[in-house]
């Protein structure tokens, strides 16, 4: 079992910036998928950021040029910097692993980020 602890959420006004960190505990597969989605109110939760073992990243079109993932993999962490936040990125924004061997998703409690002025 693999578990999320996120940390990071909280409210900022536009222009800003807020960093979200995913600590992940447990019996970590070494072939996996880690990533960021988000979900605001009455609307389907979406991909934000990902990035494979091997590295290789994958951004929404929406946050490219604006957010960047990134990994401590000495520390089974991955991060989110949201810089020049928008009103329209507020959402809950969810920690995700998945284990690519057995196809378990797994995700962490989803901090609200609120961008507001």
């Known amino acids: 079992q693999v578990q999320l602890v996120e940390s990071g959420g909280g409210l900022v006004q536009p222009g800003g910036s807020l960093r979200l960190s995913c600590a992940a505990s447990g019996r970590i597969s070494n072939i996996k998928i880690m990533g960021w989605y988000r979900q605001a109110p009455g609307e389907k939760r979406e991909l934000v950021a990902s990035?494979?073992?091997?590295?290789?990243?994958n951004y929404a079109d929406s946050v490219k040029d604006r957010f960047t993932i990134s990994r401590d993999n000495a520390k089974n962490t991955v991060y989110l910097q949201m810089n020049n936040l928008l009103p329209e990125d507020t959402a809950i924004y969810y920690c995700?692993?998945?284990?690519?061997?057995?196809?378990?998703?797994?995700w962490g409690q989803g901090p609200q980020v609120t961008v507001s002025a």
């Open positions: 990035i494979m073992s091997g590295g290789r990243l």
């Open positions: 995700n692993l998945r284990d690519i061997l057995t196809g378990q998703d797994y």
